[in-house]
T-cell receptor, first 112, second 114 residues
């Protein structure tokens, strides 16, 4: 049973525009969410996180939005750059529970 | 460079065999996690160790086992291998595994079962 879902396997965006990556979850117990970026032949790299007590967290060009009622989070990248081309995974956990549930990833292609 | 080292990078073996994957965590990290990523799938959490002790368990098969040694490196043992075990296996580490600390991932071991 997949508790974290990324329904868009891929996304293509023009350089300079906004990239919006979406993630849905089913477990209402999740209270902490993370985004990771993965380049080919490398392991995932932590990007940004958000606690369920917030609905927005921003770090430079990256902003994560959390809609608890819809069990939905999104990652906004503005402006998008070619170097952002990678696979993006969202992950969810229950704080202190130590099990992290990952989505299947969205491959972002930023075209110059 | 995440500081997490996984060996080997690639492993090719046959069904029924047994393999050991090795992970050295980032310096100072006490907690190690193992994940399996099958083709076009997300990362599936297998198991977590903290300072030598098992802390959390995911959907790890009984044919799989892991341990964390006193020097904090960890090994994932896969036995009676089946074709479906072909996957990327990632190790990650974090400082102490409390809260929801971001994990630092190694580059993975690609296991191919022929």
């Amino acid at each position: 049973d997949q508790q974290v879902k990324q329904n868009s396997p891929s996304l293509s965006v023009q350089e300079g525009r906004i990239s919006i990556l979406n993630c849905d979850y089913t477990n209402s117990m999740f209270d902490y969410f993370l985004w990771y970026k993965k380049y080919p032949a490398e392991g995932p790299t932590f990007l940004i996180s958000i606690s369920s007590i917030k609905d927005k967290n921003e770090d430079g060009r990256f902003t994560v939005f959390l809609n608890k009622s819809a069990k939905h989070l999104s990652l906004h990248i503005v402006p998008s750059q070619p170097g952002d081309s990678a696979v993006y995974f969202c992950a969810a956990t229950v704080y202190n529970f130590n099990k992290f549930y990952f989505g299947s990833g969205t491959k972002l292609n930023v075209k110059p | 460079d995440s500081g997490v080292t996984q060996t080997p990078k690639h492993l090719i073996t046959a069904t029924g065999q047994r393999v050991t994957l090795r992970c050295s965590p980032r310096s100072g990290d006490l907690s190690v996690y193992w994940y399996q990523q099958s083709l076009d799938q997300g990362l599936q959490f297998l198991i977590q160790y903290y300072n030598g002790e098992e802390r959390a368990k995911g959907n790890i098969l009984e044919r799989f086992s892991a341990q964390q040694f006193p020097d904090l490196h960890s090994e994932l043992n896969l036995s009676s291998l089946e074709l479906g075990d072909s996957a990327l296996y990632f190790c990650a580490s974090s400082v102490d595994g409390y809260g929801a600390q971001p994990q630092h991932f190694g580059d993975g071991t690609r296991l191919s079962i022929l």
